[in-house]
Each structure stands twice: as structure tokens, then as C-alpha cells.
């Protein structure tokens, strides 16, 4: 789970990158899908991730607008805020942690019982799935997505055989 999770984290800093020299209008776009553009789904990203954390843990959600957020400066800046406390409960996982019950309201009143382990992988398919949707909008703006590939981003490094 931590290796998919620096994964996750590799591909952003790589969508950061990426972004610095496309126009602010472009990555302000409201685009066909996702939660709106490509700055506000990388903002989106960081948020949902931190929220679900802090859910997990009990610790109160304070829910970041966008509207705050409207740059890529400002966007790496939330997710550098962010990251340490998210490190710290990514890296602090263990087994016993996995199917540990989390109580969801819904709207509808009633209570939802996930377990931890499904939340977390939920998180981990949530950037998967917007990163996928970059990539989309990538095109249309005319430039290479960030590859999505796990193999070559040194995330697992094999034993090295001696002679």
C-alpha cells in the first residue's frame, strides 16, 4: 500500500512539473468531466486525500475551497502542508489497521460501515482515476501526458546479485 502511495505522489510532483509552463488560463479551464479543470483536480486530489485521513482518524475535515487555491504555486503550496500529516498515518500503517470499522454518514441518515483498508485503497484509485483524466486534457492543450507507468518511477528496487 506505502509503495502505491509514493507512487501517487511521484506522479504528482510529475503533473506539477508538467504544468509550469502551460498558461493559467489552461489549467483554470473548466473541462468536460472530472471536478472541473486541471489545477482544480490536482487541488482536488491533495484535498480528498488529507480529508479522508483525518476522517480515519477522528480528527475534525475543514474543507478547503478552490477559490483559495487558484494557482500551481498555490495548490503545491496546500499539498506541502498537507503531506507530512498524510505520511505520517501512510507510514504508520499496519495490519491491524486494515479492517478496523469506519462509521460514514450519508445524507440520507443512515451510517455506512467501511473498513480502513477499503478507504485507504479508495484513495489510492481516486488520484488513478483523476491522473487519468490529465491525461485527457493533456491532449487537448497539446502536450505529452505524464506517463502513468509504475515500472521505471525506482519505487521498488530489486536485490543486487553478487559476483
Known amino acids: ?10 506522479v504528482r510532483e510529475e503533473w506539477y512539473r508538467w504544468c509550469e509552463d502551460v498558461p493559467a488560463e489552461e489549467l483554470l479551464r473548466v473541462r468536460t468531466g472530472g471536478v472541473g479543470g486541471i489545477l482544480h483536480t490536482l487541488f482536488h486530489i491533495v484535498d480528498v486525500e488529507w480529508s479522508w485521513f483525518r476522517l480515519l482518524q477522528g480528527k475534525p475535515d475543514i474543507q478547503e475551497s478552490f ?3 487558484r494557482s500551481l504555486e ?8 498537507y503531506r507530512p ?9 499496519d ?3 486494515e479492517r478496523r470499522p469506519f462509521y460514514d454518514p450519508q445524507p ?4 455506512a460501515t467501511d473498513a480502513w483498508g477499503e478507504v485507504v485503497r479508495h484513495v489510492i484509485a481516486h488520484q488513478i482515476h483523476h491522473m487519468g483524466q490529465l491525461s485527457v486534457w493533456a491532449r487537448e492543450v497539446g502536450k505529452k501526458p505524464v506517463s502513468a507507468n509504475v515500472i521505471g ?10 559476483a
Open 1 to 10: 500500500m506505502q509503495t502505491f502511495f509514493q507512487y501517487n505522489w511521484k
Open 67 to 69: 477559490d483559495h487555491y
Open 74 to 81: 498555490l495548490v503545491r503550496m496546500l499539498d506541502a502542508t
Open 85 to 93: 500529516e498524510v505520511e505520517e498515518f501512510v507510514f504508520s500503517w
Open 95 to 97: 495490519d491491524s489497521m
Open 108 to 111: 440520507d441518515g443512515s451510517i
Open 153 to 162: 518511477k525506482q519505487l521498488i528496487l530489486p536485490h543486487t546479485e553478487k
